[in-house]
Structures are given as structure tokens and as C-alpha cells.
């Protein structure tokens, strides 16, 4: 059943490898579960269900760990209903426990300087290094999701126009501008490092491995806490899609136009950095003000 379900969510609903495999680690936790309580997996009911949740309260889940548990759940049940594998959705109703909203963290400007300041400083004569700080400098200028950044292709940038094809969630097609300093370093990059990297090898990928394969997730995230830690700061692929919206905010920019440069299908996933922009106002209200 699991299987099955997985095989819809990647042939028919199109969502990416990296999701459904969220949703194959939730749904293997909320099987053991019915599995410890010998429940079938086909039959549970609502009460299952609760008792699932109280189990993840007890083991001390973050909110937002629950929350999505609860929303694979349920998205199981909503399968189950469609092909006819059940009469009932005992899911129906099922309320996820409140989110503390927690606003995402951003770079201050100068912060964001000294941070491709320190990874352009470091790269010179070393193409992997070089490779890297281009890595930082695109996923600033553009907002890119991590997986998105690592499987970039060369056929997905017009450089003439200044802009790239992204494949983003759910293999949704976007178009994100690229700042003309970044345009300038990954074609220094493209003609230089990325040739040294691959010596001789072929690869369709922009940012590549001596392997020729792209760079994984995990190991840009650490390339990432590296560089941030050489100057005082915890940083990750968040952290610099968080920043790029938050500055493209406070310049002025309109929010659906962020909004289309994220991939955010609901406009409210984009909101949440509007909540980021005024606590910065008051911040420096607080800070300046003399009647503050």
C-alpha cells in the first residue's frame, strides 16, 4: 500500500524525489505504530490516529514535526478515499495542533558582504573553492532552494537575458533573474574552474564534482556552515533564500513578485517574510527613537 502510494504522489501528482521521500520516512513511523499496536495498516481509525499524535507528543516532536506527520497522514487517507480502498476518511476533520509561527532568519546586509567577501578570498588558484563561493554568491542573488542550486544545468541559463530555468516542487517551471555581478562569475567559472574540476570528464551539470556528478545537498549545507562559521555566523542554504527575500522586501520589491521568484504556490507561504521586514522596522525604531 505504501508503495502504491508513493508511486502516485511521484507518477501522477508530480511531486519531487526529495518529498516523496518525506512522506515514505512519515508514513513508515506511523506504521511501526499500528504495527506495535497490531492494527492493520488498510484499517485505522480515528482514535489510531490520535493516539499516534499523543505518541509524538510524549516523545517530545517538535510542533512543526507533528504538524507534518498529521498532513502525510492525511494525505494517505485522501488516496485511500480516491482509489476506493476505503469507505471512510478517518482523517476528516482531524485538526493539526497550532503552530507557533516562527519567523525566518535573515543576513543583515553587511553581513551578507563579508560572507562573499570571505568566500572570494578563499578560492583563488582552487577550483573547488572557487566553485563554491559562486554556489553562495548565485543562491543570494537568485533565492534558489538547495536542490534546485545543486542540479542546475548549463542549458538552464540565458545569460544574455540574464535569467534561469529553475525545476522547483512538484517540477513546477519558473524563471528567476540573475544579477549581473553573479552572470559575470559563473561564466568566469564555466570557462576556468569547471573545467579543472572535471579534467576532460563531460557533464551537463553546471556545478559539478570531480566525479561529474552534482554536488549533494548535504554536502553544500556543510560547505555552507563552514564559510558562515569563518565569519561569526550560522548559515544555511535557509538562511540565504531567507535573506534574499527579506532584502528584495525591505528594497521595495511587491510581494507577488517575490512570491513568483521563490516557487511559493500560496502567496501566504511569502507573507511570512512581510512579519520579517516590520520586526526589523521596530527594531531600529526601538534603537533610534528618542521617544522610543
Known amino acids: 500500500m505504501l508503495n502504491n502510494f508513493l508511486t502516485y504522489l511521484s507518477a501522477e501528482k508530480g511531486l519531487s524525489r526529495n518529498t516523496v521521500e518525506s512522506y515514505r520516512l512519515d508514513l513508515r513511523k506511523f506504521f511501526e505504530f499500528l504495527s506495535a499496536e497490531e492494527k492493520e495498516p488498510g484499517s485505522f481509525s480515528r482514535s489510531d490516529i490520535v493516539d499516534f499524535i499523543e505518541k509524538l507528543r510524549t516523545e517530545r516532536y517538535a510542533t512543526s514535526s507533528i504538524c507534518r506527520l498529521i498532513s502525510s497522514v492525511k494525505s494517505l487517507c485522501r488516496y485511500l478515499l480516491t482509489e476506493h480502498l476505503r469507505e471512510d476518511d478517518p482523517s476528516e476533520n482531524l485538526q493539526s495542533p497550532k503552530k507557533w509561527e516562527r519567523l525566518p532568519k535573515a543576513l543583515s546586509f553587511s553581513e551578507v558582504k563579508a560572507l562573499l567577501e570571505e568566500s572570494a578570498s578563499s578560492s583563488p588558484g582552487k577550483p573547488i573553492l572557487m566553485r563554491d563561493a559562486v554556489m553562495i554568491e548565485l543562491m543570494y542573488s537568485s533565492g534558489l532552494r538547495v536542490s534546485e542550486l545543486v542540479l542546475l544545468k548549463l542549458e538552464d541559463f540565458n545569460f544574455e537575458a540574464g535569467f534561469l530555468r529553475v525545476i522547483g516542487k512538484g517540477s513546477k517551471e519558473r524563471i528567476v533573474p540573475v544579477n549581473i555581478q553573479a552572470v559575470e562569475k559563473i561564466k568566469q567559472y564555466i570557462a576556468n574552474q569547471r573545467a579543472a574540476i ?95
Open 198 to 292: 572535471l579534467k576532460k570528464k563531460r557533464s551537463p551539470y553546471l556545478f559539478v564534482t570531480a566525479r561529474g556528478k552534482p554536488m549533494t545537498r548535504q554536502r553544500f549545507w556543510q560547505t555552507m556552515r563552514k564559510f558562515g562559521r569563518r565569519i561569526g555566523i550560522e548559515l544555511s542554504p535557509h538562511v540565504m533564500r531567507h535573506s534574499f527575500a527579506t532584502h528584495l522586501l525591505e528594497g521595495g520589491a511587491d510581494l507577488r513578485s517575490v512570491q513568483k521568484m521563490l516557487g511559493h504556490s500560496d502567496i501566504s507561504t511569502t507573507q511570512v517574510y512581510t512579519k520579517v521586514t516590520t520586526d526589523r522596522l521596530k527594531q531600529v525604531f526601538s534603537k533610534y527613537h528618542p521617544r522610543a
